[in-house]
Nanobody, 125 residues
Framework: QVQLVESGGGLVQAGGSLRLSCAAS????????MGWFRQAPGKEREVVAA????????YYADSVKGRFTSSRTNGKNPVDLQMNSLKPENTAVYYC??????????????????WGQGTQVTVSS
């Protein structure tokens, strides 16, 4: 059975940093597109970052460009999200996701087959 588990969330002051990691089990994710999404209370889930199968192509939402960096490694933790200069508006539950097939990066939630349970990120002002 496929499972994704996020870690690294928590409470941080504005301007601080957090690093999220996504651990995978049940199959190898080294060759599938992956993404990070977030959902704040009362808002729709939105893409934060996406990465293609090799890690060579990346996408970032405009609101996080220059502050967030996604990277991937093979093995147990296939994708990380480094978040710097955090703002209160970044407060949300963050999810990692993995596509079932393909190589190019995806930015739509419906294009991802597997999801983690989410990790809470809270940024205080």
């Amino acid at each position: 059975q496929v499972q994704l588990v996020e870690s690294g969330g928590g409470l941080v002051q504005a301007g601080g940093s957090l690093r999220l990691s996504c651990a995978a089990s049940g199959r190898t994710f080294g060759s599938k597109p992956m993404g990070w999404f977030r959902q704040a209370p009362g808002k729709e889930r939105e893409v934060v970052a996406a990465i293609n199968w090799s890690g060579g192509t990346k996408y970032y939402a405009d609101s996080v460009k220059g502050r967030f960096t996604s990277s991937r490694t093979n093995g147990k933790n296939p994708v990380d999200l480094q978040m710097n200069s955090l703002k209160p508006e970044n407060t949300a539950v963050y999810y990692c996701a993995c596509a079932a097939e393909g190589y190019v990066l995806r930015v739509q939630a419906r294009e991802y087959a597997y999801w983690g349970q989410g990790t809470q990120v809270t940024v205080s002002s």
